[in-house]
């Protein structure tokens, strides 16, 4: 079955009198069409293959033509109403990514102001020596990563929070204004197949009228004369003239729709490509900037390395000795 079908097995509210009296097209006959919703498809029994606009890209301009029940309620909701659902949604994901980073700033700040805090304790400050100088470098390199913390957090407010939540401030109001010119132009196709399907009626009554008329004068049951046969028939003609031209103008708004709906719809699928590159960019900066951090980092602790090679407890000896010794004359045997 193809997406049309399923799109028509989807929409209950197709009326009994739109599946054998759907409007024409200027090309198609009242059999070859099923109107839903006012929008006028092939039939399904007597579907010709359509090509897609974009094939093989999944493109929104091909997929978003029909209505489909609201999940939420007992109505539909148009295609349109779905991509624009899925462009808010989107710019809420971002709005969340970006809440996300500030997160994981705030946890930079404090590490990196705990990390500042630890390293101006005292405890072992009297450590001598080698080992003490490796100690001492040892807390300096707090500092130091807490500094290149610091520089995270500001880089990652910068370069990834701050894009985030500030790419397309007036998305939502867009949005809006474009669901409102498409859904006015569904309104007005809706208000043409209204005119379309009174006319029809008002046709069928010229002719049931001019039908009857007719049949009277043959079987001589009325005194109507044939001047009366005329009017009915030229009221039958413009009832039918009528017809036609509500039709042409159906046709054209939903020419224009369809116009504006492939636009739009391009249009939403070039800004979703815009916004998941854009997202994906800032990510990577996220990752560039996490292995700075940690290049930085290890850069903090390499001068302690440098020092702890260098840690001689023989030479730390010699040097407390030299400055604590209290002589070198040891004791002998006391003598009679």
């Known amino acids: 079955m193809s997406d049309m079908e399923d799109s028509f097995d989807d929409v209950s509210c197709v009326s009994p009198q739109n599946l054998g009296s759907s409007s024409p097209g200027k090309k198609q006959s009242k059999e070859n069409t099923i109107t839903i919703n006012c929008v006028t498809f092939p039939h399904p029994d007597t579907m010709p293959e359509q090509q897609l606009l974009k094939p093989t890209e999944w493109s929104y301009c091909d997929y978003f033509w029909a209505d489909k029940k609201d999940p939420q309620g007992n109505g539909t909701m148009a295609g349109f109403e779905l991509l624009l659902q899925k462009q808010l949604k989107g710019k809420q994901m971002q709005k969340e990514m970006s809440e996300f980073i500030r997160e994981r700033i705030k946890i930079e700040e404090e590490y990196a102001k705990n990390l500042a805090k630890l390293s101006q304790n005292s405890l072992a400050a009297q450590e001598e020596g080698s080992l003490g100088e490796a100690w001492a470098q040892v807390k300096k390199s707090l500092a130091d990563e807490a500094e290149v913390h610091l520089k995270f957090s500001a880089k990652l407010h910068s370069e990834v929070e701050k894009p985030l939540m500030n790419f397309r401030e007036n998305f939502k109001k867009d949005m809006k204004k474009c669901d409102h010119h498409i859904a006015d132009l569904r309104k007005q196709l809706a208000s043409r197949y209204a ?4 006319a029809r009626k008002a046709l069928t009554e010229r002719q049931r009228d001019l039908e009857m008329k007719t049949q009277q004068l043959e079987i001589k049951l009325s005194n109507k004369t044939e001047e009366d046969i005329k009017k009915a028939r030229r009221k039958s003609t413009q009832a039918g003239d009528d017809l036609m031209r509500c039709v042409d103008l159906y046709n054209q708004a939903q020419s224009k729709w369809f116009e504006e709906m492939v636009t ?8 979703e490509v815009e916004r998941v590159e854009m ?4 990510l990577c900066q996220y990752t560039q900037l996490r292995h700075e ?8 602790v390499e001068p302690v390395d440098q020092l702890l090679r260098k ?3 023989a030479k730390d000896r010699e040097l407390w ?3 604590h010794k209290t002589g070198n004359i040891r004791p002998v045997d006391m003598e009679i």
């Not at 951090?293 to 903090?300: A, C, H, L, P, V």
Request: glycine residues 0%.
């Open 264 to 271: 739009t719809t391009l249009e939403l699928e070039r800004l």
């Open 321 to 323: 000795v030299r400055e």
């Open 293 to 300: 951090t940690d290049m930085f980092n290890q850069s903090t």
């Open 279 to 282: 997202i994906r960019q800032h």
């Open 311 to 313: 840690v001689d407890p």
């Open 195 to 198: 005119a379309v399907e009174k």
